[in-house]
Every structure is written in C-alpha cells, then in structure tokens.
C-alpha cells in the first residue's frame, strides 16, 4: 500500500510513524482495559497450572538434586505464556480485519506501518504485565530468583524477547486467518508447541524421539536459559541444543522475526488480494 497523497515529507516520516504507532498502542490498550475479562482469561490458564502441578503434581515430580520442583516449573510457565501469546495477537489482528476496522485504518491519513506497530508495542506491554503478575505469583507460591539483579532482568529479556519475535508470527496468521472463529485452530497447534519442551519435564527425562523435538524447540531454550540466569533448578542435557542455551534464547527469536516480520508486513500490504 503506498502512503497517502498528503503523507508528510520523507524527513519528517520517522516521527510521524512514531506518533501515529502511539495512537494505535493507546487505542489497543483502551480496549484491553474495557475488557478486563480478557486480561484476567489470559491469565487463567498459566496460574491454574501453577497451583495443579505445583501442588498436586509436583509432590510426584522430582528434580535431581532434591531441588524445588516449584522453582523448576516457574520457568516453564513464563515461556508457555509468552507461547500462548501468539493466541492473543492473532485474535486481535483477525477481529480487526473481520470488522473492518483494519480497512477504515489503512484508509486513513496515518502512517502505513501503524497499525502494526501499534500492535507490537500493545501486546509487548500487555506481555509485561502478564509476566509480572505470574511472577508475582510464582513468589506467593515459594518460587524464588537466586540469580543477581543484572541476570535476572536478562531472564526477564529473553522471555519478552521470545513474546516479541512471536507477535510478529501472530500478526501474520491473524491477518491470513482474518476472522476470530478461525483463529481457534491455533489453540491446538500452540498447546504442542509449548508443552512438548522442558516447561514441565526436561527433554533428558523423555523418550530419546521426543526429547530430540523439545530440545528444538524455541521454548526449550529460552525456558533453560532464564532457569539458568535465574538459578532455579534444572536437569542438565546432553545435546548441543541443551548446552547452547542461552545462545539459542537470542537466535530463534532473531531468526522468526527475520521470517515473520516481512510477511506480515506483505500481508498488510496486499490485504486486500
């Protein structure tokens, strides 16, 4: 989509982006915040997870070392939430295009990069209060952080990271899906992606095939690596995947935004067709 005919000149279009990216945030969280049902729904599952194998499995789950499972699992549950995300996007972006919102913004006199932006930037801030009210559950329930300050806000890092580079997945299925009602099959196909990784059970502890495809999984490493910064517990692999961790938490996102970021700003652009 080209810019409109009175768009500002080339020098001045960096700050009109920014601004007009501004709008788009503050109208994505107005909504979110006259829908709290939302919020709280999204919220739901990663905390009832807490309390069912925090308490009622995690009695039969060890980790070696006689560590805390509790602390094991925390982990786990920031990654999955920042996995259950992608969820959250594609529904909003779906909506919008369903309802005929997105069409009325791209005919308007804003910058043509807004309406993505403004999305990003919403659900990484919608992404930081997600992860601070589970970690603030995570500490009612036991969960400690024994890293220093300087690891634990690069825990915190990669985890948004990993939400950053899956916004873009995100955006580009809810403007291929285009209706809420089918965005529902991402359900099943998210569930696999964040369950078959070392969230609940490190790969070394499942069958030899299975334990292969956790370990390459992008959640995998971002899970080891902020238990690793955290200092939580954790079941050491014997895979390059297992002992490149932290290399892996910067790579995978960097490569799915690499791929996802231009297709969907492709997508945008001929959404149309």
Known sequence: ??????SPPWSARPR??????????RRNLTYWLRSPEEVVG????????????GYVF????TVPGDGSYREFLLPGLFGMTMVFGVVITASAMAADTARGVTDRFRSMPIAPSAVVTGRCAADMLRA???????????????????????AILAAIGLLLLLRFALIWVGIYLGLRLRTPESVSVLIPLVLPVSMIA????????????????????????????????????????????ARHSLLLAVLWPVVLVAVFFPLSVRRYRNLST
């Open 1 to 6: 989509m080209n810019p409109p005919a009175h």
């Open 16 to 25: 009109w982006a920014a601004v007009d990216g501004w709008l788009m945030t």
């Open 42 to 53: 999204g919220l739901a599952f990663p905390i009832v997870s807490v309390l069912l194998f």
């Open 58 to 61: 995690g009695s039969a789950i």
């Open 128 to 150: 930081a209060a997600d992860l601070a009210a589970l970690v603030g559950c995570g500490l009612l329930v036991g969960w400690r952080a024994h890293g220093g300050l300087g």
């Open 198 to 241: 070392n969230a609940f059970v490190a790969p070394a502890l499942m069958p030899a095939w299975l334990g292969f495809v956790a370990d390459l999984n992008p959640t995998s490493a971002t899970v080891a690596a902020t238990r690793e910064l955290f200092g939580n517990p954790a079941v050491a692999g014997e895979t390059w995947f």
